[in-house]
Structure formats: structure tokens, C-alpha cells
Nanobody
Framework: QVQLVESGGGLVQAGGSLRLFCAAS????????MGWVRQAPGEGREFGAAISGGNPRYVDSVKGRFTISRDNAKNTVDLQMNSLKPEDTAVYYC??????????????????WGQGTQVTVSS
């Protein structure tokens, strides 16, 4: 069982930056794939980024702008978001799952979720 708590959302102008934080509690954090999933107003959830022990994965729309990182000693996973665009406006959820053959970017495969943090990018 993993409990996740996000923080760091807010309001920023287009072109600006924000850093999201996710703190996890529970055992064997290093064994989980950690992801960030977002939900824009009126839209369904969308995979954003994920990280396990290897290379991080990103949805095409955030590649080169977002960076996901994790610290297994601190049980945290961060999302650095640069060059933000109005279309990045969404609730961002931290999510976790065990390793499996399912692709990292299948957001429904994540079993544990935080409460979400709002990111609003103004034009």
C-alpha cells in the first residue's frame, strides 16, 4: 500500500515554470513505477510522465519541457515543468504502480493516486 500527497501547484504565466512534489509513504517505494497523470478541464485523464529505475517516459506534448525525477531515499518524486503553456492547465495527479508488462503510459494501470494539485497557466 502506498499513500501519495502532491504539492507545488499554482498559477503561472505562459512560459513560466513550476515544480510539483509528491511524497510517498508506505513500504518498498523503490519498487514502484511513479507517474504524473493530468486531467484538463472537461477532459479525461492523460499520462504525463513516469519513472522507474531506467529512463523516464513522457507524453510527446511535454517532452523537452518537463523533467521527472525521484529520490528513493526520501520517497519523493518531482516534476519540473518549464516553458509552460495554457494547454498544460490541469489537475496533476501523482500515481504509483508495480512493474508489469503494461506500458508506463497507460494511466489506468496505476493503482495508487494522490489527491491532485491544480496547475493553471495563463496566456
Amino acid at each position: 500500500q502506498v499513500q501519495l500527497v502532491e504539492s507545488g501547484g499554482g498559477l503561472v504565466q505562459a512560459g513560466g515554470s513550476l515544480r510539483l512534489f509528491c511524497a510517498a509513504s508506505g513500504r518498498a517505494f523503490s519498487g514502484y513505477i511513479m507517474g504524473w497523470v493530468r486531467q484538463a478541464p472537461g477532459e479525461g485523464r492523460e499520462f504525463g510522465a513516469a519513472i522507474s529505475g531506467g529512463n523516464p517516459r513522457y507524453v510527446d506534448s511535454v517532452k523537452g519541457r518537463f523533467t521527472i525525477s525521484r529520490d528513493n531515499a526520501k520517497n519523493t518524486v518531482d516534476l519540473q515543468m518549464n516553458s509552460l503553456k495554457p494547454e498544460d492547465t490541469a489537475v496533476y495527479y501523482c500515481a504509483a504502480r508495480r512493474a508489469s508488462t503494461t506500458s508506463y503510459n497507460y494511466w489506468r494501470s496505476y493503482n495508487y493516486w494522490g489527491q491532485g494539485t491544480q496547475v493553471t497557466v495563463s496566456s
